[in-house]
């Protein structure tokens, strides 16, 4: 690997993740740099364009790095079939749904339509979760065969009781559904999208305050994620 590149990488990704200015000392601790060499790659960076520095030096990421990603989402074959699923799905429960797909071990946020009556969540399109977590993740981990590798993988990063994740991966494959509690106070909801013979790499989710779910709107979340889940699946099938 080579070390100049990898370090002006993670200098990139630290400046796009604190979503605010970071002062030179902030970032050096961060990504953990001497002043001169994250200077040096500041400076690099500012002059092609992909950061910048305010009225108090403190530096960001520019739009630059937004537009390359946009652009490569924009034409994912999984973002694009979804778009009208994750539409009708929100019309149909009024909650939060979300598109993940697995990155590594953990789940990327692709698309998010946040319900009127929103809440406050940990994530948000672009942002990373570890799939254990996450009720898409999980539903994503019941339908592949290596998802004890990823989830022990995970139990080094983080504490995880395997025993009782282990019980939940197999109640989801008994439901066709996952649940999790990742960000306080809210529910979610999802299902793995199963592109034929393939390992499942996709989910959507449904996400809603614990307290507005009822017995009558948790049916319908369900029913409409399984639903919607069969009919995406199809779709991407039949291109």
């Given at each position: ?127 990373r979760a570890p799939a254990v ?107």
């Amino acid at each position: 690997m080579d070390r100049a590149v990898a370090r002006s990488f993670a200098l990139l990704e630290c400046l796009v993740r604190a979503g605010e200015p970071l002062r030179l000392a902030d970032i050096c601790q961060q990504v953990d740099l001497q002043k001169s060499t994250a200077h040096r790659i500041l400076r690099t960076l500012g002059e092609l364009g992909y950061a910048d520095q305010d009225s108090a030096g403190r530096y960001q990421a520019t739009l630059r790095a937004w537009e390359l990603g946009a652009g490569l989402i924009a034409d994912h074959p999984i973002k694009r079939a979804a778009t009208g699923f994750l539409q009708g799905l929100h019309r149909t429960t009024g909650e939060t749904v979300s598109l993940t797909l697995l990155s590594g071990d953990d789940v990327l946020y692709l698309d998010k339509i946040i319900a009127p009556r929103p809440v406050r969540f940990k994530t948000r399109i672009g942002s990373r979760a570890p799939a254990v977590l996450t009720a898409g993740g999980k539903a994503i981990l019941a339908a592949r065969p290596d998802a004890d590798e990823i989830i022990a993988r995970a139990a080094t990063r983080q504490p995880l009781d395997i025993p009782a994740l282990a019980a939940e991966l197999e109640e989801a494959r008994r439901q066709g559904y996952a649940r999790s509690g990742f960000s306080p106070g809210v529910t979610s909801i999802g299902v793995a999208i199963a592109l034929g013979a393939q390992p499942a790499q996709a989910a959507l989710s449904i996400s809603a305050p614990t307290d507005r779910l009822t017995a009558k709107s948790h049916k319908i979340a369900i029913d409409a994620l399984l639903e919607t889940g069969a009919r995406m699946a199809e779709a991407l099938d039949s291109r």
